[in-house]
């Protein structure tokens, strides 16, 4: 549990700081740092998945990276908040838009991750 915890508080400083680099340097109505996070975590949680499947990291380090930092990293709660936020200011499209594309890419991005290397 310990190395659980220790891996979702840098995941969430990871989270944390990359939003805010992204969220600096595009200023615009969508919300890219949420959605390049996801995107990133969807990936590498795919790809130490494959390698824990097929026995190339102990228990221990699936548990650290897979479960702890992209557990901390990753957001589905923040994503949730901002798409309601999109509606609520009738941003629609860019609600539909967010909702699709991050829902769709992320799992792309978590098959890719985990075949990469068959």
């Not at 200023?27 to 190339?56: D, M």
């Amino acid at each position: 549990m310990i190395i659980i915890g220790i891996g979702g508080g840098i995941g969430a400083i990871c989270r944390y700081a990359l939003g805010n680099f992204i969220s600096n340097k595009l200023k615009t109505s969508f919300p890219f740092g949420t959605f390049v996070i996801n995107i990133i975590g969807s990936f590498i949680l795919g790809l130490t998945n494959h390698f824990y499947l097929e026995k190339s990291i102990s228990t221990t380090l699936w548990l650290f990276i897979g479960v702890g930092i992209i557990g901390g990293f990753t957001t589905f709660s923040t994503f949730g908040y901002e798409a309601i936020q999109l509606l609520l200011t009738k941003k629609y499209k860019t609600a539909l838009s967010y909702i699709i594309l991050s829902t769709i890419i992320s799992i792309i991005g978590a098959y890719i991750g985990f075949h990469i290397f068959r």
